[in-house]
């Protein structure tokens, strides 16, 4: 089972792109419009204080009758947040996903953000380990 640090390094994109917890939703929304990510790590002064997302936005703000351009990010981000180490593996993340009913996990080493993983990453991760295994099982039974 791969670990956090090795579905990062194979991510085509590994910059993560965030937003300080006083920009507008606004702000918000053209970075992740810009950079066609569905969620933003909230960091202040170099700490991971929440996280905002596409969802986020919809239900706090659009549902509320909020205005993206006077809303803090701060009013609508997601926190605690729920993070994982670069050492962990691929069942723990989506057990957690799964559990916390999250699409966006922080990966935070020495309490520092170095990575964001997607549901869709882990989805992509998974298959790929199936595929594998399918395909090593065929090797097997054809006697290769």
Same mark, same amino acid.
């Given at each position: 089972?791969?670990?956090?640090?090795?579905?990062?390094?194979?991510?085509?994109?590994?910059?993560?792109?965030?937003?300080?917890?006083?920009?507008?939703?606004?702000?918000?929304?053209?970075?992740?419009?810009?950079?066609?990510?569905?969620?933003?790590?909230?960091?202040?002064?170099?700490?991971?204080?929440?996280?905002?997302?596409?969802?986020?936005?919809?239900?706090?703000?659009?549902?509320?009758?909020?205005?993206?351009?006077?809303?803090?990010?701060?009013?609508?981000?997601?926190?605690?947040?729920?993070?994982? #180490?670069?050492?962990?593996?691929?069942?723990?993340?989506? $057990?957690?996903?799964?559990? @916390?009913?999250? @699409?966006?996990?922080?990966?935070?080493?020495?309490?520092?953000?170095?990575?964001?993983? $997607?549901?869709?990453?882990?989805?992509?991760?998974?298959?790929?380990?199936?595929?594998?295994?399918?395909?090593?099982?065929?090797?097997?039974?054809?006697? #290769?």
């Amino acid at each position: 089972m791969k670990t956090v640090a090795q579905i990062l390094a194979t991510k085509q994109n590994q910059q993560v792109h965030t937003i300080a917890p006083h920009n507008t939703m606004l702000e918000a929304l053209q970075v992740m419009a810009e950079k066609n990510v569905g969620a933003l790590p909230v960091v202040e002064d170099d700490r991971l204080v929440g996280v905002v997302s596409e969802r986020d936005y919809a239900r706090k703000v659009v549902l509320q009758g909020r205005s993206s351009v006077g809303t803090p990010v701060s009013m609508v981000m997601s926190a605690p947040v729920v993070t994982v #180490e670069p050492k962990q593996d691929l069942r723990t993340c989506m $057990s957690l996903m799964t559990d @916390r009913k999250l @699409r966006h996990l922080p990966v935070v080493d020495g309490g520092r953000l170095v990575g964001l993983l $997607s549901i869709g990453d882990l989805v992509k991760e998974v298959i790929a380990e199936k595929d594998g295994l399918i395909h090593q099982l065929e090797q097997y039974i054809r006697g #290769e």
